[in-house]
């Protein structure tokens, strides 16, 4: 039996992170893989970068390390209000203005994507990782996608599980075989650094791989959440972020 885990969506909060890299430590997980997004909106990016960087773990190009690496403009988007558009360019120009050179370098080495070959059952199984989409870095892919399009990307990907990060919600979905289309899963590991459910636990996914199948497991663990809020207030990142922690603060 082997098992990997999928970690994405960090946004600098190394408390998380450390959480979750001690997880799975404990639970003797073979590999680990990050999706991406390593920085913004908490203030250890540097840091968070080292400890990828220093575990040689891969990891793909989230969009804000594709827009902090390459200086991209920060475009509003539609589902934020006045307040949390505003928060989000002076968070992402504070990770610009303060990132290491070296840092910086490294993320624009990032890939887009990984490619994961296992045998099961007899068969190959191809497992595809993704920061949002088969088609961006900055799709989202929420679990009440419409179906033929999801069918599609597994079709055309000729994958049998897609994995994406970037909502920041967790799900597995599994879908049915159809006459142009076959079985698939479609898995979002969620956030480990900045979840948008209702508490904000340190997400990671681990696949259990046997020779029989591959089992997804979603786990959630709780971090010094106090230790961040106090840092991000202590810090030029707008106090927008420690609020939002701070709404479904976990004792």
């Given at each position: 039996?082997k098992?990997?885990?999928i970690?994405?969506?960090?946004?600098?909060?190394?408390?998380?992170?450390?959480?979750?890299?001690?997880?799975?430590?404990?639970?003797n997980?073979?590999?680990?893989?990050?999706?991406?997004?390593?920085?913004d909106?908490?203030?250890?990016?540097?840091?968070v970068?080292?400890q990828i960087?220093?575990?040689?773990?891969?990891?793909?190009?989230?969009?804000?390390?594709?827009?902090?690496?390459?200086?991209?403009?920060?475009?509003p988007?539609?589902?934020?209000?006045?307040?949390?558009?505003a928060?989000?360019?002076?968070?992402?120009?504070?990770?610009?203005?303060?990132?290491?050179?070296?840092?910086?370098e490294?993320?624009?080495?990032?890939?887009?994507?990984?490619?994961?070959?296992?045998?099961?059952?007899?068969?190959?199984?191809?497992?595809?990782?993704?920061?949002?989409?088969t088609?961006?870095?900055?799709?989202?892919i929420?679990?009440n996608?419409?179906?033929?399009?999801?069918?599609?990307?597994?079709?055309?990907?000729?994958?049998d599980?897609?994995?994406?990060?970037?909502?920041?919600?967790?799900?597995?979905?599994?879908?049915?075989?159809?006459?142009?289309?076959?079985?698939?899963?479609?898995?979002?590991s969620?956030?480990?650094?900045?979840?948008?459910?209702?508490?904000?636990?340190?997400?990671?996914?681990?696949?259990?791989?046997?020779?029989?199948?591959?089992?997804?497991?979603?786990?959630?663990?709780?971090?010094?959440?106090?230790e961040?809020?106090?840092?991000?207030?202590?810090?030029?990142?707008?106090?927008?972020y420690?609020?939002f922690?701070?709404?479904?603060?976990?004792?």
């Amino acid at each position: 039996m082997k098992s990997i885990a999928i970690i994405s969506d960090i946004h600098g909060n190394l408390p998380a992170l450390k959480v979750v890299l001690e997880d799975i430590k404990q639970k003797n997980i073979d590999e680990i893989y990050c999706l991406g997004d390593l920085v913004d909106f908490a203030p250890w990016h540097n840091e968070v970068i080292e400890q990828i960087r220093e575990l040689e773990i891969p990891c793909l190009m989230g969009n804000h390390d594709e827009r902090v690496a390459f200086d991209y403009e920060v475009t509003p988007l539609q589902k934020h209000n006045p307040e949390e558009r505003a928060a989000r360019v002076n968070g992402i120009n504070y990770t610009k203005q303060s990132i290491k050179p070296e840092n910086k370098e490294f993320l624009k080495t990032l890939p887009a994507r990984f490619l994961l070959n296992f045998t099961t059952s007899g068969k190959d199984t191809k497992i595809l990782l993704v920061h949002a989409s088969t088609r961006s870095n900055d799709e989202y892919i929420y679990e009440n996608h419409d179906l033929i399009d999801v069918q599609s990307m597994l079709a055309n990907e000729k994958a049998d599980i897609i994995i994406m990060g970037h909502t920041h919600r967790p799900y597995v979905r599994h879908v049915e075989a159809t006459k142009d289309s076959p079985a698939g899963i479609l898995i979002n590991s969620g956030s480990l650094g900045r979840s948008r459910e209702d508490n904000p636990l340190a997400t990671y996914l681990i696949l259990h791989i046997t020779e029989e199948k591959i089992i997804p497991e979603i786990i959630k663990l709780k971090y010094p959440i106090n230790e961040v809020i106090n840092a991000i207030e202590k810090s030029p990142i707008p106090n927008f972020y420690a609020e939002f922690l701070k709404k479904d603060l976990i004792v």
